[in-house]
């Protein structure tokens, strides 16, 4: 993306130029639209949450810039011929109930013949020009949170290698699948300063997003982040996607490490993420009440890290 030329228009308030969630485009003073696109092979085995799951992951990246979704189009790669058509049909049902339940619709779409099954959603919002929540606006002194607990990519290469507990994929799936609307609107209230999702790259791959396209260093407490249950075991048995490893080559000389880091911790600090929680930067005055509304809607409100003047490396992770 580099050596592409960002388009120039007065109008176009976000770009791809600092790698953030979703374009913003103004309509006039009060409405601008936010669109976004993601898909990827399947990551479950049942079809049905396999729908689910990646609609609630093309959603993010419109509540990840304090949007409100209101279509979406379906994106469809199938292998017509070699697998039977009721499987489309179940990941079209579950990424239609997902997008009802968000308060969007489904407007159409676009489907291919693929050797590899594909799926996921082309979807667009609206947002306040006075309200859009970038990555960028990171400023020294905020607090951290995330709204979902990390290992999704070591429980999913569990499951794939049926190394995982039935409940454990259950609630991954669950996790995956749920949409991060209430986190959205509750960074928005509470006028959170930058925000982004954390997907394939990681944590630390989109904290590397954030603390670049703000000009910050960020700092993460381990001891205060969400994980999902057995991730660190199953991490230590080696279920670790090969996208982890990619993200680690990637970040190679931005992380700075303080104290003494458990290694199967450190490996989910770069684990691939599908559909995952939001990575919100808050002035500290407002914590105490974000923190009571994550709780009183059952997510996690720990202060996972903080925003300091850019120092030597872009990232730290505090061990303590």
């Known amino acids: 993306m580099k050596d592409l030329r960002q388009s120039a228009h007065p109008n176009l308030l976000v770009g791809f130029n600092k790698a953030d969630d979703a374009g913003v485009y103004r309509l006039d003073d009060r409405t601008a639209l936010v669109q976004t696109v993601d898909f990827f092979p399947p990551i479950v085995d049942d079809p049905y949450w396999f729908g689910k799951i990646a609609a609630a992951n093309a959603l993010s990246d419109i509540y990840a810039m304090g949007g409100r979704p209101l279509t979406a189009l379906n994106i469809v790669g199938f292998p017509a011929g070699t697998m039977p058509v009721n499987i489309l049909t179940e990941i079209l049902r579950g990424g239609s109930e997902k997008i009802e339940e968000a308060g969007a619709v489904i407007v159409g779409g676009h489907s291919i013949k693929d050797k590899e099954l594909k799926y996921g959603l082309a979807v667009t919002g609206v947002v306040d020009p006075a309200r859009v929540v970038t990555n960028a606006g990171a400023m020294p002194g905020d607090l951290l949170f995330l709204t979902k607990a990390l290992g999704t990519g ?86 670790n996607p090969g996208g982890a490893a990619d993200n680690r080559t990637f970040l190679a000389g931005l992380v700075t490490t303080a104290g003494k880091l458990d290694k199967n911790l450190e490996q989910l600090l770069y684990d691939p993420q599908t559909s995952g929680g939001l990575f919100i930067a808050l002035p500290p005055e407002r914590t105490e009440e974000f923190r009571s509304a994550l709780r009183s809607q059952g997510l996690p409100d720990k202060v996972i890290g903080r925003v300091q003047p850019r120092g030597a490396t872009e990232l730290v992770v505090r061990a303590r």
């Open 154 to 239: 070591v429980v999913a290469t569990a499951i794939k290698r049926n190394a995982a507990p039935a409940n454990l994929a259950d609630l991954v799936m669950r996790q995956m699948a749920a949409l991060n609307r209430q986190a959205a609107e509750l960074m928005v209230q509470f006028a959170a300063h930058a925000a982004t999702d954390i997907t394939g790259f990681g944590l630390l791959g989109h904290a590397h997003e954030m603390a670049a396209a703000s000009g910050v260093t960020i700092e993460i407490f381990t001891d205060a982040l969400p994980i999902l249950p057995e991730a660190l075991r199953l991490a230590g048995e080696g279920m």
